[in-house]
């Protein structure tokens, strides 16, 4: 095995985020519901996070990748 193969299987995905504009400003929702593989294992995982007064962060997709962002946004 490569010392850059990485484990594929099983993932950690799944969720829904949504943003509407309007006239006053934007409203954002996230479900909170993330799988492992087939099964819904995290109910109540974080999707939407502040940063600063005025930026809203919203991701779906593997939580590790929003889980580092989240970590560097936290050190500045």
Known sequence: M???T???QPSVT???VLGIKYKDGIMMAADT???YGSLARFRDME???KVGDTTI???SGDV???QYITHL???I
Request: proline share 0%; glycine share 8%; charged share 20%.
């Open 2 to 4: 490569s010392a850059t």
């Open 6 to 8: 990485r484990t594929q």
């Open 14 to 16: 799944g969720t829904s």
């Open 33 to 35: 519901l993330a799988s």
């Open 47 to 49: 999707r939407l996070i």
């Open 57 to 59: 962060i919203g991701a």
């Open 64 to 66: 590790s990748d929003f």
């Open 73 to 75: 946004l936290e050190k």
